[in-house]
């Protein structure tokens, strides 16, 4: 099945400072997934990428997917505290389920 | 809606003991999944359906069985808890929509197995 490596594990800002999480695979990917989860909730989904270059915003926060479609990021801009949790990638979905990365904690200290 | 719900929220089990984690969601999903996820780690896959009657195994499915009766439900028993299965157990639902799968997250049920 599909994996997904996620860099880095753990990402210490400053309130105000930009982020971006990496997600790689060695295969090519059909699509990739974002979900952020809060300390003590649940994956909430971001986005989806398909296609190859793809690149999609969402106010602060920036989403590419690579040429080749193995690797993707995250970019967030300005971050808030409200932007504390930690950031997945996943591959997959539909009928097989969605393989995930061990994703970025984000930690914003004030 | 409610979404997906589950139950129990918290729950503590000996070794050897048994449970079924229960899961169900309103939003008429085909997809329903079940996932692990251990402490600062990501998300596993353990079983998963894509509808009523049919189910499959993910990437760690031993010592879990699962049932689709309805497409509303989809629990997972654990049979002689062990501690290796101590974790945060999340379902989820899907349906595609224009080649998208989000997928829509229950607020999990974190067992503790001593």
Redesign the interface.
């Known amino acids: 099945?599909q994996q997904v490596m996620?860099i880095p594990q753990y990402q210490h800002v400053q309130e105000g400072e930009d982020f971006t999480t990496y997600c790689n695979s060695s295969t090519t990917l059909s699509?990739i997934?974002w979900y952020k989860q809060r300390p003590g909730?649940?994956?909430?989904?971001l986005i989806?990428l398909?296609k190859s270059g793809e690149v999609k915003k969402q106010k602060r926060l920036t989403f590419q997917f690579g040429e080749a479609k193995k690797n993707s990021s995250l970019h967030i801009t300005a971050t808030q505290t409200t932007d504390v949790g930690t950031y997945?990638c996943?591959a997959g979905?539909?009928?097989?389920?969605?393989?995930?990365?061990?994703?970025t904690?984000l930690i914003i200290q004030p | 809606n409610a979404g997906v719900t589950q139950t129990p929220k918290f729950r503590i089990l000996k070794i050897g003991q048994s449970m079924t984690l229960q899961c169900a969601q309103d939003m008429n999903h085909n997809?329903m999944?079940w996932?692990r996820q251990d402490p600062?780690?990501?998300?596993?896959?353990i079983y998963?359906s894509?509808g009523a009657g049919i189910t499959d195994k993910?990437?760690v499915p031993n010592g879990y069985n699962v049932s689709r009766s309805t497409t509303e439900d989809f629990p997972l028993r654990l049979e002689l808890a062990a501690p290796s299965q101590t974790s945060v157990y999340?379902c989820a639902s899907?349906y595609?929509t224009g080649?998208?799968?989000?997928?829509?997250?229950?607020?999990?049920t974190r067992l503790t197995v001593t």
Not at chain 1, 95 to 102: I, M, Q, V, W
Not at chain 2, 40 to 45: D, F
Not at chain 2, 99 to 108: A, D, K, V, W
């Open positions: 099945g996620q699509n997934q909730g649940h994956p909430v989904f989806q398909v997945f996943a979905g539909g009928a097989d389920g969605l393989t995930f990365g061990k994703g904690h | 997809y999944y996932y600062g780690m990501g998300l596993k896959l998963y894509v993910g990437e999340f899907s595609q080649g998208t799968y989000e997928q829509y997250f229950g607020p999990g």
